[in-house]
């Protein structure tokens, strides 16, 4: 008679580590943009961003920017954005092409205000103590409804890195430009 040994196989339970659903992070930065006329700004720029399965991303967005061009009463401060303020809303489907890099095109609404410089008029003098100021024909602030168009670059682990945002706003004096940030959160698995 032949006796046959047995032994009871246990099974490890699945140690697969499931992806997150949600992650949620926050950007801050440096920002060179353009007006409509290939006119300079700089600003800053602050984000939160919100992405479900590292796929469907959400951006709260929000930049200030001021000219580039410090000149005073003349020909070169005019037919230009003076200063700009803008809050977005975006959305966009990204993908992670290796774990730390990830392309995410976005678009939305967004809602600013504007100081506008017409045609340069002069300059208007003040008192013996100074005061001249530049004057310019249509100069004006006014608000504004926007079409947001960006593609964001992540570049990072799960928890810091960085993105580079190329951008474009479509309103009455449109601007456009690129963004640099620092970023920290939970940014993916």
């Known amino acids: 008679m032949l006796m046959t040994l047995s032994k009871s196989v246990y099974c490890q339970p699945d140690t697969v580590v499931k992806a997150h659903k949600y992650h949620f992070w926050y950007a801050t930065g440096g920002q060179f943009f353009f007006s409509e006329n290939f006119k300079s700004l700089i600003g800053i720029q602050k984000n939160l961003n919100f992405s479900v399965y590292e796929h469907h991303f959400i951006k709260a967005k929000g930049y200030i920017g001021i000219s ?11 037919q230009r954005i003076a200063s700009v303020g803008n809050l977005s809303l975006l959305y966009g489907i990204g993908k992670y092409y290796t774990k730390s890099f990830a392309f995410v095109p976005l678009t939305g609404i967004s809602y600013g205000s504007a100081h506008w410089r017409g045609d340069y ?3 208007e003098h003040g008192t013996w103590l100074g ?5 310019y024909k249509d100069e004006n602030d ?9 593609v964001s670059y992540i570049l990072g682990g799960p928890h810091l ?8 706003n479509f ?3 449109s601007d456009y430009g690129m963004a640099l940030n620092f970023i920290f959160g939970k940014i993916r698995d």
Request: hydrophobic share 40%; aromatic share 18%.
């Open 142 to 150: 006014y608000n504004y409804f926007g079409v947001p168009l960006e």
């Open 161 to 168: 890195g960085f993105d580079i945002d190329l951008y474009a």
């Open 171 to 173: 309103h009455r004096h």
């Open 121 to 123: 008029a002069g300059i």
């Open 68 to 78: 580039t061009d410090f000149g005073f009463g003349n020909e070169l401060t005019a």
């Open 131 to 135: 005061g001249d100021r530049a004057i």
